[in-house]
C-alpha cells in the first residue's frame, strides 16, 4: 500500500481509489509509441494539423475515438494548445481503460493549468500499490497538480515524507510538484532538510536527487543556513556531476566567508566545468573582497566562458580594490577578446573617479579595439565595454551613423539605452538643448525608418521607461507607432510586440500579445524514407556535434529544420548566444538573436523535457513564433519543460558543446 504519513481525513482526496467508483479495473495495455510510421497514418496527421490550425473542436472528436492512439495524441495535442475551454473534454480521459491515455490526459491538464482541473486529477490519483501499474500515471498527476493546484494541495504534499527510495516515480512526481509550485512562487519552506536528504543520500535514484538538487538550487525561499555542514560536506562527496552543480549552487547562496572558502575549495579541484560555472555564478550571493580576489583568479581559467563568467562578476560587483589587478589583466596581448572585453568593462567599473589620465587610457585602449576588431561579435564586446562610460554616449552615437553588421547595431543600442537610464545621465549631459539630444533624436529615428529590428526592439525598452529625449526633439509616441507599422508579420512578431508594449504602456491602454497566425503547413513528405530518428552532423571549426532528431514527437520542428539543411541555410550562421552552464544559440539571420524568416511554425510541447543534458530545442519569442533559431542545453534545464519545443539531443560532441564561444560559427549542417 501507498505509505502516506499524513492523517487519512486530511487526505481523503488523495486516497479515493478507483474501487467502488470504477471498479479498479486494470490497465488495458496498447502500444502508444510514436514512429515515424505513425505518422504516416492519416489520422495522425489530422490531429496534428488540427493542432497546428488550432481546431478544438476537432481534436475534441478524437477524443472519444475508440482507438486509444487517437485518444492519446488528441488530448497531448492540448498540452501544445493550451485552451482551458478544453478541460472539461479532458477530464473524463483521466478515467480511460488506457493507463497511456490518462497519463496523456492528465500531462495536458497541467500544461494547461487552470485549477478547475485541481480535484479531477486529486481524484485520478489511484492509492493502491506504490510498485504498480499506476505509479507512472500517479507521478504526473502529482507534477500536473503542481502546475495548477492550490496551496492546500502544496501543504498537502508537504507532508508527506513516508515515500520510500524504489517508490521512485511517486518521488519523482511530488520533486517536479514542488519544482511546478515554486515556478508559481508558492513555496513550503519547511521541506528544505528533506530535500537535501533527498538530494544527497545515494539510497535514492539519481533522477529523484537530481530533481530535488534542482528544487533546492532555483529557489532562494529554502533556506539551507542550519544545514551548511551537511550540505557542505555533500557537496565534497557527490560524484553526480549535475546534482553537483545543483547543490554547489545552493551552498553559493549561504553567506559569509566559510561558504566562500568551501566554493574556493570545490573550485580548486578543477571539476567538471559546469561545475565550476555553477560556483562562479554563486558568487553574486556574496560582496566580500574575498569573493572579488576569487573571480580575479578565476579569470585566469583556461575555458574562455569560465574566464568571461568570472570577470562578469566584477562587472556586478567589483570595486575600488581590484582596479589595478584588471588593468593589468587588461593589457594581456593573448587574453581572447571574449575576455578581454569584460575585464575592460569591469577596470571602468571599478576605476576610481579621480583617476582621470587612467580613465583616457583605457578609453583609448577601447576604442583602439573595437577599431581592430576582426569580427562582428568581437565588435560588440567591445562596443558594450566602452558604454560603461556615460560620456562615451556621443562616441557610440558616432559609430552608428555609419553602416554596421545586425549584432554591432543592436550592440550599440543597447549600450545607448544602458547610459539612458543611467542615474548620472543628466548630470552629465545638463539642460534640455544639449546637443546630444538632437543626436539621440536622429538615431532613433533612423532605425525606425531602417525597420532596424534589433535596435527597434531596445528602443521600444528605452521608451516604455520614460522619456529621456525632450519633446521638442523626438515625438516618441509617433515613432513607436511609425516603426511597428514599417515591420512584416510573421517575421518580426518579437520586436512587434515589444513596440507594442511600449506604445499600450505609455497610453495606459491594455497590452496584448499577438501571436502569428497560422502560415506553415507541416510538409510530411520531408519524411518520407526517413526513420523514427534522423541524425544530422554540425560542423563548427571546434569539431562536430551529432544530432538526433525526434519527428515523431516534434514532426513540424523538425521537418522545418531538415528542411533548412538541405537548403544549406545553417552554413556560416553563428552561436550568437552562450550562457555558460545554461546554452548554447545559433540560426539567427540577423546574428543577433532578432533575425526570423518569412514564416513561424508552432510550439510542439511533447513529453519529452529537459531534464537531461544536451537537449535541442527550439528557441522562441513566445508560443507559436519558432522559425530558424535553436538552443542546446548544457545540463538538465526542468525550468524549460512545456515551454519549448524538445526536438532532438547531441549525442556525441558534448565535449565539442562546451567549447563553443560567442561569435562561433556553424561550417555545415549534414543529414546522415
Known sequence: MMKWSVDLGIARAFLLLYLGMTGCFPPVEEDLTLTNYTTA?????????ARDRRLSDTLKIFLKDRHARYRYLSALSFASYRDSNSVGDLLPLLEDQVEGVRQAAAFALGQIGHASAEQALINAFVAVDSAGPFNKTNGIILEALGKCGTDSTMNLLCSIRSYQPDDTLVLMGQMLAFYRFGLRDRFCPEVSGY?????????????????????????????????????????????????????????????????????????????????????????????????????LKAIQNPSVNLAALAAQHLVEKGT??????????????????????????????????????TRGELLYQLKSLIAQAKSPYEKSAYIKALSKSTRELPSLLQYAKSQQAPVVETALAEGIENILHRSEFRDVFKGQHHPVYKELADYYESIGSRSAVGPLAVMASVFSRGN?????????????????????????????????????????????????????????????????????????????????????????????????????????????????????????????????????????????????????????????????????????????????????????????????????????????
Open 41 to 49: 497514418d492519416p489520422r495522425v496527421r489530422q490531429i496534428f494539423e
Open 195 to 295: 530535500l537535501l536528504t533527498l538530494a544527497s543520500d545515494a539510497r535514492y535514484p539519481q533522477s529523484v536527487r537530481l530533481l530535488a538538487a534542482h528544487v533546492l538550487q532555483r529557489f532562494r525561499t529554502y533556506d539551507l543556513s542550519a544545514e551548511f555542514e551537511q550540505l557542505r560536506q555533500a557537496c565534497n562527496d557527490e560524484k553526480d556531476p549535475e546534482i553537483r552543480m545543483c547543490l554547489v549552487s545552493a551552498l553559493a547562496r549561504i553567506g559569509g566567508p566559510f561558504t566562500l572558502n568551501a566554493m574556493e575549495e570545490l573550485y580548486s579541484r578543477g571539476l567538471d566545468q559546469r561545475i565550476q560555472a555553477n560556483l562562479l555564478k554563486g558568487l553574486q550571493h556574496h560582496h566580500s573582497l574575498q569573493a572579488q580576489y576569487f573571480a
Open 320 to 357: 575600488e580594490e581590484v582596479f589595478d589587478e584588471l588593468k593589468r589583466l587588461g593589457s594581456q596581448k593573448t587574453m581572447p577578446w571574449q575576455v578581454k572585453s569584460v575585464v575592460l568593462e569591469a577596470a571602468l567599473k571599478c576605476l576610481p573617479h579621480y583617476r582621470v589620465v
Open 468 to 672: 529621456p529625449i525632450p519633446a521638442h526633439y523626438l515625438n516618441a509616441d509617433s515613432l513607436l507607432v511609425f516603426a511597428r507599422q514599417q515591420l512584416q508579420l510573421p517575421r518580426d512578431v518579437e520586436t512587434y510586440n515589444e513596440l507594442s508594449r511600449a506604445i499600450a504602456k505609455r497610453s495606459g491602454q491594455p497590452y496584448r500579445t499577438v501571436l502569428p497566425e497560422f502560415n506553415q503547413p507541416i510538409d510530411w513528405s520531408v519524411l518520407s524514407g526517413l526513420s523514427d530518428t534522423v541524425r544530422a552532423t554540425l560542423s563548427t571549426a571546434k569539431g562536430d556535434l551529432v544530432l538526433e532528431l525526434y519527428p515523431a514527437h516534434a514532426p513540424g520542428s523538425v521537418i522545418n529544420f531538415i528542411r533548412l539543411v538541405r537548403d544549406d541555410f545553417y552554413r556560416g550562421k553563428a552561436f550568437h548566444r552562450v550562457v555558460p552552464n545554461f546554452v548554447v544559440q545559433a540560426g539567427c539571420p540577423r546574428g543577433d538573436g532578432y533575425g526570423a524568416l518569412d514564416y513561424s511554425i508552432r510550439t510542439e510541447i511533447s513529453t519529452l523535457d529537459f531534464r537531461s543534458a544536451h537537449v535541442i530545442g527550439m528557441a522562441s519569442a513566445g508560443p507559436d513564433t519558432e522559425g530558424t533559431q535553436f538552443f542546446i542545453t548544457h545540463s538538465p534545464t526542468p525550468h524549460l519543460d512545456g515551454k519549448y519545443t524538445v526536438m532532438g539531443s547531441v549525442i556525441s560532441g558534448q565535449d565539442i558543446l562546451l567549447s563553443i564561444e560567442p561569435g562561433d560559427t556553424i561550417d555545415q549542417v549534414r543529414l546522415q
